[in-house]
């Protein structure tokens, strides 16, 4: 079915920091072995049966589903009898809400590594005396990175914070989101300082292999990062 994939729906924050909000937003849309169609939207799950191209009704219900074709004949748009006062619009596969957490995950697990398990690493060879394999890097180098990640960690716990509590988040703008802004901005600073050591590390042959992608992982965490970020209007004080 052309009506099959990941909608968003038009009435948001297009410019501010409530864009975030869309990633709690995501409406599913799939065909079913009978020919139906179902919609997982974030109140639970809705079938659909097909009145005409286009146009589906909710089974065992009166709630209509109409979608609409743009000029390339693709389906871009939807309108739901329901939600009158907005559209769905049809997300290309970079703005979907599940990639961008699976993203977030992949970027938090090189942050506490970096953050945590290199500081654990580097004490515990020197309590056991152990020489780093490889030639040895600037200690800055170590310390950017574990910086950086530090800062995207508290970054989102102080996030997570101030998103806690929707009835506050309605009547303005939290205290503790405006100091949750500056770490990704020290952060976005400390990864431009990473991308030179990382340059660094291949040229010059830092560490061993592995260490030598790790680090490169941790880098491509951090734009990752702040790619993300700056796409849902987290990276600055858009208020």
């Not at 654990?120 to 950086?148: N, Q, S, T, Y």
């Not at 205290?175 to 431009?192: E, Q, T």
């Not at 030598?212 to 941790?218: A, Q, S």
């Amino acid at each position: 079915m052309g009506v099959s994939g990941v909608c968003g729906m038009t009435r948001m924050s297009y410019t501010k920091y409530e864009k975030a909000a869309s990633l709690l937003m995501q409406i599913k849309v799939g065909p079913t072995k009978e020919g139906t169609l179902l919609v997982n939207v974030p109140g639970g799950i809705r079938q659909y049966a097909e009145l005409e191209p286009y146009v589906f009704r909710e089974v065992d219900g009166q709630s209509k589903l109409v979608f609409k074709e743009d000029g390339r004949g693709r389906v871009t748009l939807g309108f739901a009898g329901d939600f009158p006062h907005m559209a769905l619009l049809k997300l290309k596969w970079y703005e979907q809400p599940m990639l961008h957490y699976a993203l977030i995950g992949f970027c938090a697990i090189f942050f506490i590594i970096a953050a945590i398990g290199w500081p654990v690493a580097m004490l515990a060879r020197k309590i056991c005396r152990r020489k780093i394999e490889g030639r040895p890097a600037p200690r800055a180098a170590r310390w950017l990175g574990g910086l950086m990640g530090g800062c995207f960690l508290v970054f989102l716990v102080l996030l997570a914070v101030s998103l806690s509590d929707p009835n506050e988040v309605m009547f303005g703008v939290l205290p503790v989101l405006k100091v949750a802004l500056v770490f990704p901005l020290i952060g976005a600073v400390l990864a431009a300082g990473l991308l030179v050591f990382t340059f660094l590390a291949w040229v010059k042959k830092y560490w061993y292999g592995c260490r030598r992608l790790g680090y490169t992982l941790t880098l491509l965490a951090g734009v990752l990062f702040l790619w993300l970020l700056n796409f849902y209007n987290l990276l600055g004080w858009r208020l």
